[in-house]
T-cell receptor, first 108, second 112 residues
């Protein structure tokens, strides 16, 4: 099946810093989503982005489908950005395959 | 709020017992998915239903079963529970044409 790798696995930032999270996938995809799992365990949709670039406030994402990677940019990070960021993809079919996540901690 | 609801939020039970987790999809969504998140396996797809019919199966144990009812809500039944079944169980839903999935808040199952 399709493989999803995320980097870095862990990231500690000072409040106000910017960061880039990466997601590599092993095959062509028809869906790519970024999620934020908050400390209470909720999975929050950030982006549906099988290709192209999108922005939502301080977050933006880019997927280069031909090169099989996606990037999530977080600017001016805040403590509320802490949690785990997951990339998930579907190849053929609709089941999402998740990466192992990037654990982000934003400190004051 | 994604619009997907799950009950109960927390469930504590004993080994060997059976439990039922319930999910209501977003209004208008025909597909329902179940995922399990455990410490050692990460987030894994269990099963998908589309408009009442099973559509895809992942690494779902034989002790687990699911169904989707005519009103489109879904139930995941877990039986002969083992300590290793302790996990966060998520339900997600999507509209048929667009594959974006929206997740419910999850049910945290603890098996003692």
């Amino acid at each position: 099946g399709i493989q999803v790798e995320q980097s870095p696995p862990d990231l500690i930032l000072q409040e106000g810093a910017n960061s880039t999270l990466r997601c590599n996938f092993s095959d062509s995809v028809n869906n790519l989503q970024w999620f934020h799992q908050n400390p209470w365990g909720q999975l929050i949709n950030l982006f549906y982005i099988p290709s192209g670039t999108k922005q939502n406030g301080r977050l933006s994402a880019t997927t280069v489908a031909t090169e099989r990677y996606s990037l999530l940019y977080i600017s001016s990070s805040q403590t509320t950005d802490s949690g785990v960021y997951f990339c998930a993809v579907t190849g053929g079919g609709n089941k999402l395959t998740f990466g192992t996540g990037t654990q982000l901690k934003v400190e004051l | 709020d994604s619009g997907v609801t799950q009950t109960p939020k927390h469930l504590i039970t004993a080994t060997g017992q059976r439990v039922t987790l319930r999910c209501s999809p977003r209004s208008g969504d025909l597909s329902v998915y179940w995922y399990q998140q455990s410490l050692d396996q990460g987030l894994q797809f269990l099963i998908q239903y589309y408009n009442g019919e099973e559509r895809a199966k992942g690494n779902i144990l034989e002790r687990f079963s699911a169904q989707q009812f005519p009103d489109l809500h879904s139930e995941l039944n877990l039986s002969s529970l083992e300590l290793g079944d302790s996990a966060l169980y998520f339900c997600a839903s999507s509209v048929g044409a667009r594959p974006e999935q929206f997740f419910g808040p999850g049910t945290r199952l603890t098996v003692l």
